[in-house]
T-cell receptor, first 111, second 115 residues
Framework: QKEVEQDPGPLSVPEGAIVSLNCTYS??????FMWYRQYSRKGPELLMY??SSGNKEDGRFTAQVDKSSKYISLFIRDSQPSDSATYLC???????????WGAGTKLIIKP | DVKVTQSSRYLVKRTGEKVFLECVQD?????MFWYRQDPGLGLRLIYF???????EKGDIPEGYSVSREKKERFSLILESASTNQTSMYLC??????????????FGPGTRLTVL
């Protein structure tokens, strides 16, 4: 079993919809949780970062961490065609630089 | 603005060839990483380096080696390329200290095809 599970999609939604992207994990030692966005033919770039539990909001994006359920989510409000990309979750322990990655979910926003 | 550059965007090599992938970062980061990315598998760590001349194996080091002679440059070497090494290769760097949990900054990737 992988340490981090993420549905690869693709997830196709109409423009303006609320998008929910999720990852589950098995290692309770993870403390840092990140969402990266990767456009086609580009490298991933950090979108959201959360330490430990709770919510974090940045514009149309909200990241949630539920450590009791070992579950993290990324919500996108008022989705735009420019949000079409692959979204990767990543996480790590406090004592280790190494990130553990989900497989990535391909998101398609239809105009 | 952090910049990570990779020597080639696309590369085609033959089985058995020795292949060099170069990565350069301009932000004086201590950590550098090489990943490969395959559909459905996400990013898998091949090697990382936390200082000049230092290296650590990642999850899938077999068939690869690395070199870090200067802080800004991290090279990935495929000693004898095989078809199962056809993949997207991504280089990343990160600082040791940082408020973002050591955000990793990525290059654009090299798509390697081994025939």
């Amino acid at each position: 079993q992988k340490e981090v599970e993420q549905d690869p999609g693709p997830l196709s939604v109409p423009e303006g919809a609320i998008v929910s992207l999720n990852c589950t994990y098995s290692n309770s030692a993870f403390q840092y949780f990140m969402w990266y966005r990767q456009y086609s033919r580009k490298g991933p770039e950090l979108l959201m970062y959360t330490y430990s539990s709770g919510n974090k909001e940045d514009g149309r994006f909200t990241a949630q961490v539920d450590k009791s359920s070992k579950y993290i989510s990324l919500f996108i409000r008022d989705s735009q065609p420019s949000d079409s990309a692959t979204y990767l979750c990543a996480m790590r322990r406090s004592s280790n630089y190494q990130l553990i990655w989900g497989a990535g979910t391909k998101l398609i926003i239809k105009p | 603005d952090v910049k990570v550059t990779q020597s080639s965007r696309y590369l085609v090599k033959r089985t058995g060839e020795k292949v060099f992938l170069e990565c350069v970062q301009d932000m004086d980061h201590e950590n550098m990483f090489w990943y490969r990315q395959d559909p459905g598998l996400g990013l898998r760590l091949i090697y990382f380096s936390y200082d000049v001349k230092m290296k650590e194996k990642g999850d899938i080091p077999e068939g690869y080696s690395v070199s870090r002679e200067k802080k800004e440059r991290f090279s990935l070497i495929l000693e004898s390329a095989s078809t199962n090494q056809t993949s997207m290769y991504l280089c990343a760097s990160s600082p040791i200290q940082g408020g973002l949990g050591n955000e990793q900054f990525f290059g654009p990737g090299t798509r390697l095809t081994v025939l």
